[in-house]
């Protein structure tokens, strides 16, 4: 079977829109299988549609088997807690596992938690840079990259927030 690889950039609190993209591009006759690095491997069949579904959490096998048995199928997990899924769109229509409000908060709760332990790593981990600044160029360089590394997760961080409060709005 031929496949497909295509190169998209989601942030975690974009994986509603990552979901819809994957769903959209399996209408198309792309059927998401892979993912490694911000590029997306595709099987081409236009014979097949699925609507696919992420989640968020440490997940033991009651929690594959709960999807299993509610018509999905897994296909891939990244960083041991991000999950694909998939499920046929004509068999199984609309209906979704943890979709209702108060699991989607706490989804987006799990990974405002696994983001910060991350930052905080990241941050005791940069402090060398910090205790041996001298002006050099390189230092320079390496201060403007950690700068924005720390930009783009209080981006991530103020997003995932207010995806949390939206969602808490609903329950």
């Known amino acids: 079977?031929?496949?497909?690889?295509?190169?998209?950039?989601?942030?975690?609190?974009?994986?509603?829109?990552?979901?819809?993209?994957?769903?959209?591009?399996?209408?198309?006759?792309?059927?998401?299988?892979?993912?490694?690095?911000?590029?997306?491997?595709?099987?081409?069949?236009?014979?097949?549609?699925?609507?696919y579904q992420l989640d968020f959490q440490d997940a033991g096998e009651e929690y594959f088997e709960l999807y299993k048995h509610s018509g999905w199928e897994h296909i891939e997990t990244v960083i041991s807690q991000y999950h694909y899924f998939r499920a046929d769109k004509n068999a199984i229509g609309d209906k979704r596992i943890y979709s209702d409000p108060s699991s989607i908060k706490n989804m987006y709760q799990r990974m405002l938690y696994f983001y910060i332990t991350i930052f905080v790593c990241?941050?005791?981990?940069?402090?060398?840079?910090?205790?041996?600044?001298?002006?050099?160029?390189?230092?320079?360089?390496?201060?403007?990259?950690?700068?924005?590394?720390?930009?783009?997760?209080?981006?991530?961080?103020?997003?995932?927030?207010r995806k949390m409060r939206n969602h808490e709005k609903r329950i």
Do not use: C, P
């Open 122 to 161: 990241m941050l005791v981990a940069q402090t060398g840079l910090f205790l041996t600044w001298n002006h050099t160029l390189f230092s320079k360089i390496a201060l403007a990259f950690v700068t924005g590394v720390i930009l783009l997760y209080i981006y991530l961080f103020i997003r995932l927030m």
């Open 1 to 51: 079977m031929k496949s497909i690889k295509k190169f998209k950039i989601f942030l975690a609190n974009d994986i509603e829109k990552e979901a819809k993209w994957l769903t959209e591009m399996s209408s198309k006759g792309l059927h998401f299988f892979k993912y490694k690095s911000f590029f997306y491997y595709f099987e081409v069949d236009n014979e097949k549609s699925y609507i």
